[in-house]
């Protein structure tokens, strides 16, 4: 597609549930991120695909968060039991390869919201 | 150890003014980017600039420009005649060879213009 895609846009649920965050990055973009950004916050790298394999997941933070891709394309972040501190914008990103020769795009973000 | 700071949280001035936004960056690597993102209210990131260690060549583009200075490891950004639509935070951010799967961001700084 033309830029990076993320729904829902906006998810409300409950303490406890588990909810599913999908990303569809940029077509032929390898690389895929997964950031975190609470209220007034800056943003913290949770995970890193290239491909379908995650070299770098040391930001999920906790083992109730796990995200996989699929087909080298569709990542999905999910959180297991979630809890209030869940709650936060998680924005996805993708390049076309990883590391700092390519610029990142961003979508425009997925709001979680547990009650 | 990678870190960027911003150390700016809130900017306030009046349309027409021009303002700065500071970034100081570390990384113990010669090989790095840095990056400036603009985050409207409508929570997307939009990338502004990349600017690699070995050019410290500043940039102007409109009423934007950069200084990125090695000897004080920052990196700048100056708004010329500021407009409201520039209301935004905005993000420094640092991808170098050693974290090559992951930009580090700082924690922001919003900007308000106000008319």
């Known amino acids: 597609g033309a830029g990076v895609s993320q729904s829902p846009s906006n998810k409300v649920t409950e303490k406890g549930k588990d909810v599913e965050l999908r990303c569809d990055p940029i077509?032929?973009?390898?690389?895929l991120y997964w950031y975190r950004q609470s209220l007034g916050q800056g943003l913290e790298f949770l995970i890193y695909f290239q491909g379908n394999s995650a070299p770098d997941k040391s930001g999920l933070p906790s083992d109730r968060f796990s995200a996989e891709r699929t087909g080298g394309s569709v990542s999905t972040l999910t959180i297991q039991r979630t809890q209030q501190e869940d709650s936060a914008v998680y924005l996805c990103?993708?390049?076309?390869?990883?590391?700092?020769?390519?610029?990142?795009?961003f979508g425009s973000g997925t709001r979680l919201t547990v009650v | 150890a990678q870190k960027v700071t911003q150390a700016q949280t809130e900017i306030s001035v009046v349309e027409k003014e021009d303002v700065t936004l500071d970034c100081v960056y570390e990384t113990r690597d010669t090989t790095y980017y840095l990056f400036w993102y603009k985050q409207p209210p409508s929570g997307e990131l939009v990338f502004l600039i990349r600017r690699n260690s070995f050019d410290e060549q500043n940039e102007i583009s409109g009423r934007y420009s950069w200084n990125f200075q090695k000897s004080t490891s920052s990196f700048n950004f100056t708004i010329t005649a500021s407009q409201v639509v520039d209301s935004a935070v905005y993000f420094c951010?640092?991808?170098?060879?050693?974290?090559?799967?992951?930009?580090?961001f700082g924690s922001g700084t919003r900007l308000s213009i106000r008319p």
């Open positions: 951010a640092l991808i170098s060879y050693s974290s090559a799967s992951k930009i580090i």
């Open positions: 990103a993708s390049s076309p390869g990883p590391g700092q020769n390519y610029g990142y795009t």
């Open positions: 077509s032929g973009h390898t690389a």
